[in-house]
């Protein structure tokens, strides 16, 4: 099915749980609906191939269905990801060159590591290994109906094709549907979204790949000239569940770095990506609930750049008031996207997860991160503070093995996995 719109219509989401509070409310309704969860940070986002991308999918997995996979901006990495269940955005097609500008109103957000996107020509481009896998043991299910989906540029002329597939991905790796044809050339720039299902098998066992091209008979199908912009594999059976995103994880970075690159990010490419996030709630007839999840805290304490870039702003960039401030900088630009679209903000929640312990006594900045944090979510609706302080302590890190190798700044898997864990219980 071939979809050249996007509802932009907001409704006010509901905001209940049965002993949840603030945004851990908003994460408890996977129970019953679903939930996009959206995660800015720092390396600690994709530590080690792990990290928070990592372990809040695991921590949610333990409790929820899942109905969806991330939302991967094509060429991203591995953002929303369960590393020990295999799902892996990929495709290093070929040649890319710059879009011409009339589709830039098009893309999706970028931080240069995470997409927006792959601009093809040249003639019959290899599109071998490109496409989502989900891995057999996946939570989300690979013996139901998987429904694939595709978002792509359109062109006024000269546009290529495309021909989804599915396939086996473990050998024999073979076919499994190919879907028809699919032009680029509409006779207008813009985007669009078609979908490609794969029928529920109670006896599939094995890896699933959804392809942009090369079908069974290993033809390579896409042609010049294209725009690949996103994909996304829903389980649509499921209108009870979430789903997890990475918007920001790049290393080195704080609260300021983050704020810097939203209010960089046009106001298109942001409106792009919501839209698309609420698409998958509206389709079924629910109001949107946006988690977004914003860890930081270890950089924050060596920021030089000031003021700060919220409305209070302050002269000295590394103190507890420069922290809230930036991360009301975030908050208030997500939510300008929000109003300038028509959307209600009660279908936005906050989750601030300042930076685990690193010592015992903890690090005294990022305790009063956590502190200013606390205070400042305490006015605010739909907002809750992750405390990591009283989850764990160094030593129990130590004993568990959850500190990475090279120190206490980043954690292993297990440790992202047990923390995740423990901040969902937190709330929940």
Known sequence: MLDLSLSTTGLPCRRTGASATGAFAALALAATRRVDIVSLGDSNIRSGGSGWDDGIAYAMAQRFPQYATHLGIVGSDNDGYLEADGLFPSGVFGATTGIPAELAPYTLPSTGNMGPYQYYTGVNVSTAGNGLVLDAGHPIGVTGMLRAHYGFGTFVSGGGSFKPSWRRDN?????????????????????????????????????????????????????????????RIERPDRTAGWSHHTLYGVGG??????????????????????????????????????VIRINSGANDRNETAMPSLGPA????????????????????????????????????????????????????????????????????????????????????????????????????????????VRELASGL
């Not at 704080?254 to 919501?274: C, G, K």
């Not at 989750?351 to 991160?369: C, F, K, M, Q």
């Not at 609706?381 to 302080?389: L, N, P, Q, Y």
């Open 171 to 231: 050998s024999p790796f073979s076919g499994l549907i190919e879907g028809t044809s699919v032009s680029a050339q509409t006779g207008a720039f813009g985007s669009a979204r078609t979908t490609l299902d794969l029928p529920a098998d109670p006896l599939r066992n094995f890896p699933v790949r959804a392809q942009w091209s090369r079908p069974a008979s290993g033809t390579d199908t896409m042609e010049p000239n294209f725009l690949l912009l996103w994909q």
């Open 253 to 290: 970075q704080s609260l300021y770095d983050m704020a810097a690159w939203l209010i960089a990010q046009s106001d298109a490419s942001l409106t792009n990506y919501f839209a698309l996030l609420r698409s998958f709630h509206t389709a079924v007839s629910q109001d949107p609930v946006i």
């Open 313 to 420: 702003p302050s002269s000295d960039p590394d103190n507890a008031q420069a922290y809230v401030d930036n991360l009301a900088a975030i908050v208030l630009r997500i939510e300008s996207i929000f109003s300038m679209n028509g959307w209600a903000l009660s279908e936005l929640h906050w989750l601030i997860a300042p930076t685990h312990r690193l010592s015992d006594p903890d690090d005294a900045e990022l305790v009063s991160y956590r502190d200013a944090a606390k205070a400042w979510a305490a006015a605010r609706a739909r907002t809750s503070v992750v405390d990591f302080a009283g989850m764990m302590t160094a030593a129990e890190a130590i004993a568990s093995g959850w500190y990475d190798a090279g120190g206490a700044i980043h954690l292993t898997q297990a440790g992202y996995r047990a923390l995740a």
